[in-house]
Antibody, heavy 121, light 109 residues
Framework: EVQLLESGGGLVQPGGSLRLSCAAS????????MTWVRQAPGKGLEWVST????????YYADFVKGRFTISRDNSKNTVYLQINSLRAEDTAVYYC??????????????WGQGTLVTVSS | EIVLTQSPGTLSLSPGERATLSCRAS???????LAWYQQKPGQAPRLLIY???SRATGVPDRFSGIGSGTDFTLIISRLEPEDFAFYYC??????????FGGGTKVEIK
């Protein structure tokens, strides 16, 4: 059974940093890209970042603007999202999701339960 | 960026009724690259449909997807109480910059 378990969210002041983690199980992690999707309170879903299984090819949404870094440790079956220079508009539930499809075209067949990031002074 | 516009924003229906949800793309999307998700409050999204019309594992056959080009539709043939939720479409034509629609809320009338 595929499981994705996020952690690392919390309350942080504007300008602060957080590292989110997503521990995966139930599939061959090193062969799968992994993605972060976020959802602001009462809003829709927004793609944030995807990292290929090898870890060599990260992709980011335009709004990231160099503030976010996605990484992975295949020995720990874990993907990370480092978020720096946090802004109020980054307040959201951050989900990790497992892509299905090809390297170029994918949807998401499994999602974690999400971790809430709140940016406020 | 491909923008997806979902309508209506809210659909008020009774159990047993048919629900028709629309997802319109700002440019053509291969029918292979359109997915639908269901999300209930406090829960993660759940994959319903991929490839515009293929049901994901375990999804009841009252859910169906149709469409091509710029117009796609999710149909719930007979609403069950557990179907009242939010629904999102997603295009994966232009990855990695994949996009989601703004969502449709299906609520009990």
């Amino acid at each position: 059974e595929v499981q994705l378990l996020e952690s690392g969210g919390g309350l942080v002041q504007p300008g602060g940093s957080l590292r989110l983690s997503c521990a995966a199980s139930g599939f061959t992690f090193s062969l799968s890209s992994m993605t972060w999707v976020r959802q602001a309170p009462g809003k829709g879903l927004e793609w944030v970042s995807t990292l290929t299984g090898s870890g060599r090819s990260p992709y980011y949404a335009d709004f990231v603007k160099g503030r976010f870094t996605i990484s992975r440790d295949n020995s720990k079956n874990t993907v990370y999202l480092q978020i720096n220079s946090l802004r109020a508009e980054d307040t959201a539930v951050y989900y990790c999701a497992k892509p299905r499809g090809t390297d170029l075209h994918y949807y998401f067949d499994y999602w974690g339960q999400g971790t809430l990031v709140t940016v406020s002074s | 960026e491909i923008v997806l516009t979902q309508s209506p924003g809210t659909l008020s229906l009774s159990p047993g009724e048919r629900a028709t949800l629309s997802c319109r793309a700002s440019q053509s999307v291969s029918s292979t690259y359109l997915a639908w998700y269901q999300q209930k409050p406090g829960q993660a999204p759940r994959l319903l449909i991929y490839g515009a019309s293929s049901r994901a594992t375990g999804v009841p056959d009252r859910f169906s997807g149709i469409g091509s080009g710029t117009d796609f539709t999710l149909i719930i043939s007979r609403l069950e109480p557990e179907d009242f939720a939010f629904y999102y479409c997603q295009q994966y034509e232009s990855t990695p910059n994949l996009t989601f629609g703004g969502g449709t809320k299906v609520e009990i009338k």
